[in-house]
């Protein structure tokens, strides 16, 4: 399973750091994603990272923006947000697209 | 790449068919002769659920009346036989060029 955590509420130009902890597979063999859900709105990716994290790629919206990285010794998916924008509100799923986190809940507001 | 999903909205009887199309702008085959086209349902406060991968395979636990096809830009998936439980939003995505891309979705309601 994948357990996301570290949203909240921040203001805009804030940071937020996002973790996700897998459990029951060899994390460190697959690609992972960053995917979020603005309310009423579909799904968009935001960024995956392959096995070994030298390969990263980013939505363009996010890019300089967002970071993103694991530590596969930790089973564990992070991404960084700074210079956060109301349009980043979202649920932030991670996911290797067979397998979905719940998801964690970013709003940013004054 | 842009993924195009029509209907918007479908609602179907249970037993009858449903089918959903989505259009991609750019060719999903790839040099490894797969085709890159997911198809995932979300239901209200859950994330997707995969259903279909690489056009035409049936994820671990789904009902073989899900199916998937099409080739190059054009695909589709048809439920045999919609179920109560089918209700909800179909989304297709392709993953073989970033960024990866989600069609607008499809709510496909069960009367």
């Known amino acids: 399973q994948l357990v996301e955590s570290g949203g909240g509420l921040v203001q805009p130009g804030g940071s937020l750091r996002l973790s996700c902890e897998a459990s029951g597979f060899t994390f460190s063999n697959f690609w992972m994603s960053w995917v979020r859900q603005a309310p009423g709105r579909g799904p968009e990716w935001v960024a995956n990272?392959?096995?070994?994290?030298?390969?990263?790629y980013y939505v363009d919206s996010v890019k300089g923006r967002f970071t993103i990285s694991r530590d596969n010794t930790k089973n564990s998916l992070f991404l960084h947000m700074n210079s956060l924008r109301a349009e980043d509100t979202a649920v932030y799923y991670c996911?290797?697209?067979?397998?979905w986190g719940q998801g964690t809940r970013v709003t940013v507001s004054s | 790449i842009v993924m195009t999903q029509t209907p918007v909205s479908l609602s179907v009887t249970p037993g009858q068919p449903a089918s959903i199309s989505c259009k991609s702008s750019?060719?999903?085959?790839?040099?490894?002769?797969?085709?890159?086209v997911y198809w995932f349902l979300q239901k209200p406060g859950q994330p997707p659920r995969l259903m279909i991968y690489?056009?035409?395979s049936r994820f671990s636990g789904v009902p073989d009346r899900f199916i998937g096809s099409g080739s190059g830009t054009d695909f589709t998936l048809e439920i045999r036989r919609v179920e109560a439980e089918d209700v909800g939003v179909y989304y297709c995505m392709q993953n073989i060029q970033v960024p990866l891309t989600f069609g607008g979705g499809t709510y496909v309601d069960v009367k």
């Open positions: 990272i392959n096995q070994d994290g030298t390969e990263i």
């Open positions: 690489e056009l035409s």
């Open positions: 750019q060719s999903l085959l790839n040099s490894n002769g797969k085709t890159h």
């Open positions: 996911s290797d697209f067979d397998l």
